[in-house]
């Protein structure tokens, strides 16, 4: 065997040997503890990018490991296939977007192949084949069977490039869409909304059973979730001439103990009262200002406290239920008909929003929380009633603080659950007009997509019986492949695809022509794998149950929100339908960092893309892969360094030299009881437990210099040590253990030197892990730092169990240190084992 290493001649060779041997095939095993690994599937946009590389190199690791461990390990791969990058990509270059994406798929699995990952061929999906998306469908029916699918119309994020409207989720920044970051805009339309807010309390509670999870992901769910403690208050609208009539608008404070602060009401502008109250009347064109003007702004814009606050009186009032004020309705362009009830009660003195607004249109600012230690607290301490109607302050108050002008609640202690804003509530739950309330900021999912390449919504319009589900016998509802996007077409411009007859009258119907979101494919695909050919159901409860949860899930921190939520919703559906004992589907989570080129992240646009594909036909898979997981820990950013991949490419020729060269040596004598023997022994296992450690906690850079670490002292005890007397066993051992190690790192090298250099019969890849022996690596003797009132005055080398008193005199007794003590009188003697002893003297 040759003592050069050429990847480009082995690679190739054990990927074909490991398909033929059906390396990578994994099943049901009761006699071996399961391990699930699993890297976010890609989406097919191209060939594979140092993203990729990184992302899927870290889950090969761990799943090669764990298969090394012991463990019956599921490592699947697929790809998340609709969407609209492959009807935008399919425009641009004037085809089909199956066509587009099934050769982006082709190209990235021979891509992952050549990288030499080790994906379960058998349980491979892509989202769209009809055998997959036909149980999304499924789905979709099981969900809308229990209560948790609805239609209908609300005011939408609509994306004008993409000419489709958009979840919440999916605004991101300063109100752009996710994909194209065009500025997303607001339309009234009637969709459909997976009901995901029914387990908003379940969503948020369950954080606290996710600790491999990254507190920055948790913290992001949480706040997204958005829950919030306090009361829904009843105001009573009042009619043109100022009477109060039976109508209420309820709205939701998380401040109760304000409500005799409140000097006006706020509706939003997409609010369905606005035009009740104002069409017709003396105030209907300012307030349509308004409405115009917000209808401009992102909803992020609008909730932006810098943003500019505008309104126009609507020339009706409210009731106010806790001293009988009549308050005047506005209209806001800052009020959010998402959030809440779409209606505000206004208190300008704790609410800076609202101070601004105030201060804008001379409305009244009455103090009615004030801190203890205003002045102003003296004048209005014992007022019931109002005195003041302005506060001499430069911004609102929000803190805890004394009640004042607020009837007899005045005196009470106010601020966020305080004794004020609990004795408020239960006095106008008392009363019928207010009730202790939980509100989530998290809104129902909108799934529907007015776009062609995605999942087609199992349903049905028909005149007589109105919306109707597909029957199950009747899945899938088959995406046809006749329509031309290129001509701007849509599944409603084919009369083929939505003429139909209704399941329930059979009388003649319209099928559904939106698609469904294509978070829905990726919000279960992980179950999927459990069972991936299943013509029967999605996957079996058993084998769910084997494989379900995810032991460790990777992936990028911009899935924090959309997709790691959405598919903590579908398993907690699932649990309750009895489709799995599972609660959540990842137990554990990393997040990489993202590969970056002179500090700015790799695009086509910036020119500064390194293919992955030159960098593995000069230098391989294996250094690739290897010095991708040196460069730094996985959860950092990293910055492209090719001269770096070349030094890791000459410490794999380094090892396979190595290598070779015990592999080919003749026998040796045993030496083991020699000094040197002893040392390369001890730094073998040293290193076996530091490489073991290092990959449990994703430490792969540091592993890797571990491993660099004993091949060094392989290499001194080789040339320091005459041949004659070199214990040749212990080499072989320890070369072979260097190829174990490296194993998951460069599998394609590892199994050459494996099986044709050390002559094994069996892949390295079904090798048990190196084992650790904590009292081989122990030193017998440690080199101990003597200070002397904190400066380093000797050093000794001592034996590693040598007691506290035998360290003290061997420290004292130090000729350095006896020059340096010479007319001082030693006041303490501290001894740190293993470290140092430190001696405070004067």
């Known amino acids: 065997m040759t003592r050069q290493y050429d990847p480009s001649s082995i690679e190739e060779k054990w990927q074909s040997a490991w398909d033929a041997e059906g390396l990578y095939s994994v099943t049901e095993d009761a006699d071996r503890p399961k391990k699930y690994v699993l890297e976010m599937f890609p989406y097919p946009s191209g060939d594979i990018h140092m993203g990729h590389v990184r992302n899927y190199s870290i889950g090969d690791v761990v799943a090669r490991f764990s298969t090394m461990r012991g463990y019956s390990v599921l490592h699947p791969i697929g790809w998340d296939a609709f969407g609209l990058p492959a009807e935008n990509a399919a425009i641009k270059s004037n085809t089909h977007p199956a066509t587009w994406t099934y050769k982006n798929i082709e190209t990235q699995a021979a891509s992952f192949r050549r990288m030499g990952f080790s994906y379960d061929p058998d349980r491979m999906v892509r989202s769209c084949d009809v055998d997959y998306y036909r149980w999304g469908q499924w789905i979709f029916l099981k969900f809308w069977e229990r209560g948790l699918v609805e239609r209908k119309s609300s005011p939408v994020n609509w994306c004008p490039s993409c000419k489709t409207v958009l979840a919440n989720e999916q605004v991101i920044g300063d109100g752009v869409c996710w994909r194209c970051k065009s500025v997303v805009t ?346 991936a050919r299943n013509d029967a159901a999605p996957f079996s409860r058993e084998r769910a149950d084997y494989w379900m949860p995810v032991d460790q899930y990777i992936g990028g921190i911009e899935h924090a929100i959309l997709h790691l939520l959405y598919s903590r919703f579908f398993t907690k559906v699932f649990r309750d339908m009895g489709l799995t004992s599972a609660a959540e589907p990842f137990t554990n989570l990393l997040t990489q960092g993202m590969v970056k080129k002179d500090g700015e992240t790799m695009s086509k646009s910036r020119g500064n893309v390194v293919a992955p594909e030159d960098m593995v036909a000069r230098y391989g898979a294996d250094a690739l892969r290897a010095f991708i997981l040196f460069m730094a820990p996985p959860d950092k950013d990293l910055d492209w360094n090719q001269d770096g991949l070349e030094g890791m490419y000459r410490f794999l020729t380094r090892l396979w030299r190595y290598v070779t060269d015990v592999a080919s040596a003749p026998s040796a004598i045993s030496t083991q009881g020699d000094a040197a023997a002893k040392a390369l022994r001890r730094e073998q296992h040293r290193v076996i437990g530091k490489v073991t450690d290092d990959i449990e906690r994703f430490g792969f850079n540091t592993a890797l210099s571990a491993m660099m670490e004993l091949l060094n002292a392989a290499g001194d005890y080789r040339r320091t040590v005459d041949g004659t007397a070199r214990d040749g066993a212990l080499e072989r051992d320890v070369a072979e253990t260097l190829v174990l190690l490296i194993a998951p790192f460069a599998p394609h090298m590892a199994e050459e030197l494996w099986r044709e250099a050390l002559g094994h019969a069996g892949s390295v890849h079904r090798e048990s892990w190196p084992t650790f022996d904590a009292a081989v690596a122990a030193a017998d003797e440690i080199e101990i730092v003597v200070q002397i009132n904190g400066k380093v005055r000797g050093r000794l080398v001592i034996a590693a169990d040598a007691s506290e008193e035998a360290v003290r005199e061997a420290a004292l007794s130090e000729p350095n240190v006896i020059e340096h003590l010479a007319g001082l009188t030693v006041r303490k003697v501290v001894v740190v084992p293993g470290k140092l002893v430190s001696v405070v003297a004067g």
Request: hydrophobic letters at 35%; charged letters at 25%.
């Open 186 to 531: 607001k339309r009234e339309l009637e969709q459909w909304y997976y009901k995901i807010t029914e387990y908003a309390q379940e969503l948020l509670d369950d954080l606290d059973t996710l600790p491999g999870w990254p507190e920055r992901v948790k913290t992001m769910q949480a706040n997204w979730i958005g829950r919030s403690e306090g009361a829904e208050v009843d105001f009573t609208l009042c009619d043109a001439q100022d009477a109060p009539t039976d109508t209420t608008i309820t709205v939701f404070t998380t401040r109760p103990d304000t409500l005799f602060g409140c000097s006006f009401f706020l509706l939003a502008p997409e609010h369905p009262l606005v035009g009740e109250l104002t069409d017709g009347t003396a105030y209907a064109a300012d307030v349509q200002k308004v409405v115009a003007a917000a209808a401009r702004e992102t909803a992020v814009e609008r909730a932006s406290g810098e943003a500019e606050k505008i309104g126009a009186f609507t020339g009706r009032y409210v009731v106010n239920p806790v001293n009988g004020d009549k308050v005047p309705v506005w209209v806001s362009n800052y009020v959010l008909m998402e959030y809440g009830t779409g209606a505000v009660m206004a208190v300008p003195c704790g609410d800076q929003r609202d101070f601004e607004f105030a201060r804008t249109y001379g409305l009244p600012i009455p103090p009615v929380v004030v801190p203890e230690d205003d002045p102003m607290l003296a004048e209005v301490r014992d007022a019931r009633e109002r005195l003041r109607s302005d506060v001499p302050w430069a911004e609102a108050y929000d803190g805890p603080g004394v009640m004042v002008q607020s009837g007899e609640f005045t005196g009470m202690p106010g601020g966020k659950a305080s004794e004020g804003m609990r004795a408020v509530t239960e006095w106008l739950a008392e009363r019928g007009q207010g009730r202790f309330s939980i509100n989530f900021r998290l809104r129902d999912w909108l799934i529907s997509r007015q776009r062609y390449w995605g999942n087609p919504i199992p349903a049905v319009h028909c005149p007589a019986c109105g919306l109707v589900p597909v029957p199950e016998a009747e899945l899938p509802v088959v995406l046809p492949m006749e329509v031309d996007i290129t001509k701007g077409e849509t599944l409603a411009d084919h009369p083929e695809f939505y003429e139909t007859t209704c399941p329930t009258c059979g009388g003649a119907a319209r099928r559904e022509t939106d698609t469904m979101d294509t978070f829905t494919c990726s919000s279960w695909y992980y179950f999927r794998y459990c069972d």
